[in-house]
Nanobody, 123 residues
Framework: LRCSAGSGGGLVQAGDSLRLSCAAS????????MGWFRQAPGKEREFVAA????????YYADSVKGRFTISRDNAKNTVYLQMNSLKPEDTAVYYC????????????????WGKGTLVTVSS
């Protein structure tokens, strides 16, 4: 499985919106829990959002709850992250990955990391 979050990042102003897309390849993600993670400069990678394999359950870090929405299209083997009301502290490289464990916890663990996409939010 390869997860490429190469679409949707960029430079925006605080308050703007972005939609990230993650195209998975190598195998179907239809029975996999998937998630978004991010790594800010000088910080460790952190959990952002996750979706169960059917998309019926979603989970969010407290820092993005109410602003970000994760969704998926299993037919397209793609996971999305709609980010609204962006803040400078959202600046990071965003990655998508399979959530291998802990989807309902505050720190799910992911694997099959691929290419990330840089999101920069200016104040």
């Amino acid at each position: 499985l390869r997860c490429s979050a190469g679409s949707g990042g960029g430079l925006v102003q605080a308050g703007d919106s972005l939609r990230l897309s993650c195209a998975a390849s190598g195998r179907s993600i239809s029975n996999l829990n998937m998630g978004w993670f991010r790594q800010a400069p000088g910080k460790e990678r952190e959990f952002v959002a996750a979706t169960s394999w059917r998309g019926r359950s979603t989970y969010y870090a407290d820092s993005v709850k109410g602003r970000f929405t994760i969704s998926r299209d299993n037919a397209k083997n793609t996971v999305y992250l709609q980010m609204n009301s962006l803040k400078p502290e959202d600046t990071a490289v965003y990655y998508c990955a399979r959530v291998v464990e802990g989807i309902a916890t505050s720190a799910p663990r992911g694997d099959y990391w691929g290419k990330g996409t840089l999101v920069t939010v200016s104040s």
